[in-house]
């Protein structure tokens, strides 16, 4: 990543780019609309809302905004905290699933290439990252991280649009627990592009899988599978075989590993590869004519996919030249074989190839379901990612059903954000003035329509119905049924080899060769007989029918299968809290920077974006029942908390009134109120979640005070056994509790600003650093779990705040580059932090509490133990600038009188004076445990004392599990009072008193 675009993330709040949410355009219209997306676009900004709906343009790049940074900075955080981003959905989302109980789901949509499934992968590691849970939920996460390649490998290809295409449709819900952990999930897979097997278009390939076994198979399984370079294999017929960016040895990898994660035995795994095999070796089988009849060119080719089958290879060559066949004569019913020519030996083959092929991927699919499935269901986040809208120079039958969906797909979004959000306004009495938009409902009739007059599908269903064989003109059927039922349908035209649909997102001209074929999608029962007949028990698996139970009724097609899944698809996300996701490609090279201005002013129309933005402008951000909104703010006032007794519409207009939200920020409805803008929301939450964080300090002071006497003494003496037998322990010092932040560092925003924003403190205090003259200069010294900090003070020399003080970061060392601490025998309080470069001459009153903490981190960091010197003549490291030049300095420590240090400089050298303290086996003692809070030494009387932090954010100083319940902003109680019952904290025993 370069440094360029992360500098332009990480100054969001300085670097404006364009508007990060179009409802503040100043003009609403394409051009507009387009402009504002190009700006964002060329300077990395790939995300733009439009309310809650985000935009996403494909970079074709890898941005640098996706790491665990981001990932602390959306968490929990309000919507306009942040720059729009995926994450700040996804936290939306699986926040709300745990605020309102209910089921959550985000449609992905846009054009093939625009990049949904990359969007996808995002959303589901995002929450694998921010959910908590043990060793059983992380066996679930992995699961659902490692569905991705696997699937992916047996369902995307190389598309001219698209190097990564989903070449199927994927609804993957995954099932959370009730405390928001998930521990379950199901995948449904919609419409496989089966044909793609045995054929592919000019400069496309067949699925990833094919390429990565060719590529990545070892020596062995070269040899037992048969492989061979892809050009040797007919159903690799394109002769495209390398993609740019795609390492298909690597990612082979990455599939069996995949598989491994997901619980797929090795001998299966195995068997899977061998099938994969198979299939290619069967493409190989070719025929020619003999006596009008087919014979199989070469018989050897059939012994390698015969063996690999596990079935025979006779009645392989006899299943692929003769079928089966019902005959009724006389009222009797009677089998008999009939010989097929050329063209239907290669269909049979064909259709033997993609049955395999999509048996092999639904077991993959249900594998996965097998091992996330739970007993039973209790919140849910679904995550659409399916084909995109496609228009090729040659449209078949399967960018027909893929093109469907997303009719249906755009349907729902018009249905949800335009329509149902208009109808609600004037239902609920809300004053508001209707927006115009397009309502593609009549071309989703025009495909699906069952009766008066049938939409297309039907018209296909019926004459596939009355098709012999391989349908030979039932085609050119098909097209002249279609004008008979449709041909005057203002979004229908028809031409000699097929017809056209004025689709939401442009006209489509689909051929119609082939397609009654493909929507018959039978698999003949002499094949599925073969199949049953095989050596591998896992063949036979896959082809569980009863043919003759399943010969009754009238099979089912390729067509109405689609438009089923589709229906139930719109079912199951309407059940849902949906969120949308709307991607947007901006070139059909594939390359960085490059901005087709046509092409995405085009996607605007047709997403209708220009429509959403002109409801979201006049519309309200967020309605809610009145019982569910005083559910959850009743909490605020107290004649509304516990339970309010009145009518609900007066308890809600109390509430906003008692909150004094400006009157025009929210309307009252019928049965809702409404409110107009995020922040008025997001101000509610806040005094909310201020409102839980009392009843938590109240929790955390209870809890505190029960655990602290248990664990007091067991902390302090871990801090003293560092230095017991080792140096002399001052008498104030030895017995007192430990409070870690010394600087009230939530109330300093200006120390905070060089940590990340969720990164927490260890120790903080306000120290004295002796430079290479002994001069004492103050420093404040934090310790975080991965670094040190030190932070001075120096006056701006230039610019408007000349003059000023400011704090400016003079040190930041990573934990582990420590070479070690040396300490002297003395009760003093100095010490040297041993680093790379140069060292650093300390003192402070708490040396035994920061000394204690960085052990443990060092340790952690490391893997072994921070190394510790006692010595009463020191030498520290100084670099080599300015006066008194560089080298080392020397400190010598001797016997004094009095319990303060006297320090005396000479040169290179210090000496440091200083009576004597408790003998060096002093330990703590148990009646120390009444001694309060400590304090500061008396000559020091200008240090303020330290304040408890803010236990309500994710950033507080001590990091027990309770800290992390607060950093979510709408927590329950209940969660609160388990995080407290979980804390783990060095800090537990803060502020007992």
Same mark, same amino acid.
């Given at each position: 990543?370069?440094?360029?675009?992360?500098?332009?993330?990480?100054?969001?709040?300085?670097?404006?780019?364009?508007?990060?949410?179009?409802?503040?355009?100043?003009?609403?219209?394409?051009?507009?609309?387009?402009?504002?997306?190009?700006?964002?676009?060329?300077d990395d900004y790939i995300f733009t809302y439009i309310g809650s709906v985000l935009i996403s343009v494909n970079p074709f790049k890898q941005m640098p905004y996706f790491t665990d940074r981001e990932i602390d900075l959306y968490q929990g955080a309000a919507q306009y905290e942040n720059p729009p981003h995926i994450y700040a959905l996804t936290d939306n989302m699986y926040r709300n699933m745990l605020i309102d109980c209910e089921n959550q789901c985000v449609i992905i949509s846009g054009e093939s290439g625009a990049g949904k499934t990359v969007a996808a992968k995002y959303?589901?590691?995002?929450?694998?990252?921010?959910?908590?849970?043990?060793?059983?939920?992380?066996?679930?996460?992995?699961?659902?991280?490692?569905?991705?390649?696997?699937?992916?490998?047996?369902?995307?290809?190389?598309?001219?649009?698209?190097?990564?295409?989903?070449?199927?449709?994927?609804?993957?819900?995954?099932?959370?627990?009730?405390?928001?952990?998930?521990?379950?999930?199901?995948?449904?897979?919609?419409?496989?592009?089966?044909?793609?097997?045995?054929?592919?278009?000019?400069?496309?390939?067949?699925?990833?899988?094919?390429?990565?076994?060719?590529?990545?198979?070892?020596?062995?399984?070269?040899?037992?599978?048969?492989?061979?370079?892809?050009?040797?294999?007919?159903?690799?017929?394109?002769?495209?075989?390398?993609?740019?960016?795609?390492?298909?040895?690597?990612?082979?990898?990455?599939?069996?590993?995949?598989?491994?994660?997901?619980?797929?035995?090795?001998?299966?795994?195995?068997?899977?590869?061998?099938?994969?095999?198979?299939?290619?070796?069967?493409?190989?089988?070719?025929?020619?004519?003999?006596?009008?009849?087919?014979?199989?060119?070469?018989?050897?080719?059939?012994?390698?996919?015969?063996?690999?089958?596990?079935?025979?290879?006779?009645?392989?060559?006899?299943?692929?030249?003769?079928?089966?066949?019902?005959?009724?004569?006389?009222?009797?019913?009677?089998?008999?074989?009939?010989?097929?020519?050329?063209?239907?030996?290669?269909?049979?083959?064909?259709?033997?190839?993609?049955?395999?092929?999509?048996?092999?991927?639904?077991?993959?699919?249900?594998?996965?379901?097998?091992?996330?499935?739970?007993?039973?269901?209790?919140?849910?986040?679904?995550?659409?990612?399916?084909?995109?809208?496609?228009?090729?120079?040659?449209?078949?039958?399967?960018?027909?059903?893929?093109?469907?969906?997303?009719?249906?797909?755009?349907?729902?979004?018009?249905?949800?954000?335009?329509?149902?959000?208009?109808?609600?306004?004037?239902?609920?009495?809300?004053?508001?003035?209707?927006?115009?938009?397009?309502?593609?409902?009549?071309?989703?009739?025009?495909?699906?329509?069952?009766?008066?007059?049938?939409?297309?599908?039907?018209?296909?269903?019926?004459?596939?119905?009355?098709?012999?064989?391989?349908?030979?003109?039932?085609?050119?059927?098909?097209?002249?049924?279609?004008?008979?039922?449709?041909?005057?349908?203002?979004?229908?035209?028809?031409?000699?080899?097929?017809?056209?649909?004025?689709?939401?997102?442009?006209?489509?001209?689909?051929?119609?060769?082939?397609?009654?074929?493909?929507?018959?999608d039978v698999l003949f029962s002499d094949l599925i007989e073969l199949m049953q007949t095989s050596e591998q028990a896992f063949l036979r698996m896959l082809f569980p029918e009863k043919l003759d139970v399943d010969k009754k009724g009238r099979p089912s097609t390729a067509g109405s299968k689609i438009k089923k899944q589709a229906n139930d698809l719109v079912a199951t996300l309407k059940r849902c809290t949906p969120h949308y996701i709307r991607c947007i490609k901006p070139n059909e090279t594939k390359k960085p920077r490059d901005w087709e201005e046509s092409r995405v002013?085009?996607?605007?129309?047709?997403?209708?974006?220009?429509?959403?933005?002109?409801?979201?402008?006049?519309?309200?951000?967020?309605?809610?029942?009145?019982?569910?909104?005083?559910?959850?703010?009743?909490?605020?006032?107290?004649?509304?908390?516990?339970?309010?007794?009145?009518?609900?519409?007066?308890?809600?207009?109390?509430?906003?009134r008692a909150v004094n939200m400006e009157p025009d920020q929210y309307q009252m409805g019928t049965t809702k109120v409404f409110v107009k803008n995020p922040e008025s929301l997001f101000l509610l939450e806040e005094m909310r979640e201020r409102k839980f964080d009392g009843f938590a300090r109240t929790i955390q002071k209870a809890w505190r005070r029960h655990v602290a006497v248990r664990k007091y003494e067991e902390m302090r003496e871990e801090a003293s056994n560092i230095l017991l037998n080792k140096k002399e322990r001052r008498r104030n010092s030895i017995n007192r509790?430990?409070?870690?932040?010394?600087?009230?560092?939530?109330?300093?925003?200006?120390?905070?600003?060089?940590?990340?924003?969720?990164?927490?403190?260890?120790?903080?205090?306000?120290?004295?650093?002796?430079?290479?003259?002994?001069?004492?200069?103050?420093?404040?010294?934090?310790?975080?779990?991965?670094?040190?900090?030190?932070?001075?003070?120096?006056?701006?020399?230039?610019?408007?705040? @000349?003059?000023?003080?400011?704090?400016? %970061?003079? /040190?930041?060392? =990573?934990?582990? $580059?420590? #070479?070690?601490?040396? !300490?002297?025998?003395?009760?003093?309080?100095?010490?040297?932090?041993?680093?790379?470069?140069?060292?650093?001459?300390?003192?402070?009153?708490? @040396?035994?509490?920061?000394?204690?903490? %960085?052990? /443990?981190?060092? =340790?952690?960091? $490391?893997? #072994?133990?921070?190394? !510790?010197?006692?010595?009463?003549?020191?030498?520290?490291?100084?670099?080599?600038?300015?006066?008194?030049?560089?080298?080392?300095?020397?400190?010598?420590?001797?016997?004094?009188?009095?319990?303060?240090?006297?320090?005396?400089?000479?040169?290179?050298?210090?000496?440091?004076?200083?009576?004597?303290?408790?003998?060096?086996?002093?330990?703590?003692?148990?009646?120390?445990?009444?001694?309060?809070?400590?304090?500061?030494?008396?000559?020091?009387?200008?240090?303020?004392?330290?304040?408890?932090?803010?236990?309500?954010?994710?950033?507080?100083?001590?990091?027990?599990?309770?800290?992390?319940?607060?950093?979510?902003?709408?927590?329950?109680?209940?969660?609160?009072?388990?995080?407290?019952?979980?804390?783990?904290?060095?800090?537990?025993?803060?502020?007992?008193?």
């Amino acid at each position: 990543m370069g440094s360029k675009e992360r500098f332009h993330w990480q100054s969001h709040n300085v670097k404006q780019s364009g508007v990060d949410d179009m409802v503040l355009l100043p003009q609403i219209s394409e051009d507009a609309i387009v402009g504002n997306l190009r700006k964002r676009f060329m300077d990395d900004y790939i995300f733009t809302y439009i309310g809650s709906v985000l935009i996403s343009v494909n970079p074709f790049k890898q941005m640098p905004y996706f790491t665990d940074r981001e990932i602390d900075l959306y968490q929990g955080a309000a919507q306009y905290e942040n720059p729009p981003h995926i994450y700040a959905l996804t936290d939306n989302m699986y926040r709300n699933m745990l605020i309102d109980c209910e089921n959550q789901c985000v449609i992905i949509s846009g054009e093939s290439g625009a990049g949904k499934t990359v969007a996808a992968k995002y959303i589901m590691g995002y929450i694998s990252k921010v959910s908590g849970g043990g060793q059983k939920v992380q066996h679930v996460k992995d699961i659902i991280l490692q569905s991705n390649p696997l699937l992916e490998a047996f369902g995307n290809a190389k598309t001219v649009r698209n190097n990564n295409s989903s070449r199927f449709g994927k609804y993957f819900e995954i099932q959370f627990s009730r405390g928001g952990e998930p521990d379950g999930g199901k995948i449904s897979n919609f419409l496989l592009e089966k044909s793609r097997v045995v054929m592919q278009n000019e400069n496309e390939r067949n699925f990833h899988i094919y390429y990565q076994l060719l590529e990545g198979a070892s020596q062995e399984q070269r040899q037992n599978l048969g492989l061979m370079t892809p050009d040797y294999y007919y159903y690799l017929q394109s002769d495209t075989y390398k993609v740019d960016g795609t390492d298909d040895r690597s990612d082979f990898s990455e599939t069996l590993n995949a598989m491994q994660v997901i619980g797929i035995p090795p001998n299966v795994q195995q068997l899977v590869l061998q099938l994969v095999a198979g299939i290619l070796h069967l493409g190989n089988i070719s025929f020619c004519e003999d006596g009008n009849y087919a014979r199989v060119e070469s018989v050897d080719l059939l012994a390698f996919p015969a063996y690999l089958l596990g079935i025979d290879s006779g009645r392989l060559q006899e299943k692929l030249t003769s079928r089966k066949m019902d005959s009724r004569w006389g009222g009797r019913s009677e089998s008999i074989d009939v010989t097929l020519n050329v063209e239907q030996a290669a269909y049979t083959r064909d259709a033997l190839a993609k049955g395999l092929y999509a048996r092999l991927f639904d077991f993959l699919v249900e594998a996965i379901n097998r091992a996330m499935q739970k007993p039973q269901e209790e919140y849910s986040i679904g995550v659409l990612d399916i084909y995109g809208f496609e228009i090729f120079q040659k449209n078949g039958f399967e960018q027909f059903c893929i093109n469907f969906v997303n009719e249906k797909l755009q349907q729902i979004f018009i249905e949800l954000t335009l329509k149902a959000e208009q109808e609600e306004y004037v239902q609920e009495g809300i004053r508001w003035t209707p927006i115009q938009y397009f309502n593609n409902k009549i071309v989703c009739d025009l495909i699906e329509n069952k009766l008066s007059p049938p939409g297309i599908m039907s018209v296909l269903d019926d004459v596939c119905a009355t098709m012999h064989a391989t349908g030979g003109g039932a085609d050119q059927t098909l097209l002249q049924k279609l004008q008979a039922a449709v041909g005057t349908h203002e979004h229908f035209n028809s031409w000699s080899s097929g017809f056209v649909i004025h689709h939401y997102a442009g006209k489509v001209s689909y051929d119609v060769n082939g397609f009654c074929e493909r929507n018959r999608d039978v698999l003949f029962s002499d094949l599925i007989e073969l199949m049953q007949t095989s050596e591998q028990a896992f063949l036979r698996m896959l082809f569980p029918e009863k043919l003759d139970v399943d010969k009754k009724g009238r099979p089912s097609t390729a067509g109405s299968k689609i438009k089923k899944q589709a229906n139930d698809l719109v079912a199951t996300l309407k059940r849902c809290t949906p969120h949308y996701i709307r991607c947007i490609k901006p070139n059909e090279t594939k390359k960085p920077r490059d901005w087709e201005e046509s092409r995405v002013k085009h996607q605007v129309e047709y997403l209708g974006l220009k429509e959403n933005i002109r409801v979201r402008r006049a519309g309200f951000a967020y309605r809610r029942q009145f019982s569910k909104f005083l559910q959850r703010y009743a909490i605020l006032t107290p004649e509304t908390w516990p339970q309010w007794r009145g009518d609900e519409r007066q308890g809600v207009q109390h509430l906003l009134r008692a909150v004094n939200m400006e009157p025009d920020q929210y309307q009252m409805g019928t049965t809702k109120v409404f409110v107009k803008n995020p922040e008025s929301l997001f101000l509610l939450e806040e005094m909310r979640e201020r409102k839980f964080d009392g009843f938590a300090r109240t929790i955390q002071k209870a809890w505190r005070r029960h655990v602290a006497v248990r664990k007091y003494e067991e902390m302090r003496e871990e801090a003293s056994n560092i230095l017991l037998n080792k140096k002399e322990r001052r008498r104030n010092s030895i017995n007192r509790n430990f409070v870690g932040d010394y600087l009230g560092l939530e109330e300093r925003p200006e120390l905070r600003q060089f940590l990340g924003k969720r990164e927490r403190v260890d120790f903080a205090d306000s120290v004295t650093k002796y430079d290479r003259r002994f001069k004492p200069i103050k420093r404040d010294l934090i310790l975080t779990p991965k670094c040190v900090y030190m932070i001075g003070r120096e006056k701006v020399k230039k610019g408007p705040e @000349k003059g000023q003080v400011r704090e400016v %970061l003079k /040190k930041k060392v =990573e934990i582990q $580059a420590l #070479r070690g601490v040396s !300490l002297s025998t003395r009760q003093d309080d100095f010490f040297i932090l041993q680093e790379d470069t140069a060292d650093s001459f300390l003192e402070s009153i708490f @040396k035994t509490e920061f000394v204690s903490l %960085l052990s /443990k981190r060092f =340790e952690e960091a $490391a893997r #072994r133990a921070l190394p !510790l010197t006692f010595s009463d003549t020191l030498q520290f490291r100084v670099k080599k600038e300015g006066w008194g030049g560089g080298g080392t300095r020397s400190v010598t420590f001797s016997r004094g009188s009095g319990d303060v240090a006297v320090l005396k400089a000479s040169g290179r050298s210090l000496t440091v004076s200083v009576g004597d303290g408790l003998p060096k086996s002093s330990k703590p003692t148990r009646k120390g445990m009444a001694q309060g809070r400590p304090r500061r030494a008396a000559q020091d009387p200008t240090r303020a004392a330290p304040g408890p932090p803010r236990a309500c954010r994710g950033s507080a100083v001590w990091g027990s599990d309770l800290c992390q319940a607060w950093a979510d902003p709408s927590p329950s109680l209940g969660r609160m009072a388990r995080g407290a019952g979980h804390c783990t904290s060095t800090w537990v025993k803060m502020w007992t008193s």
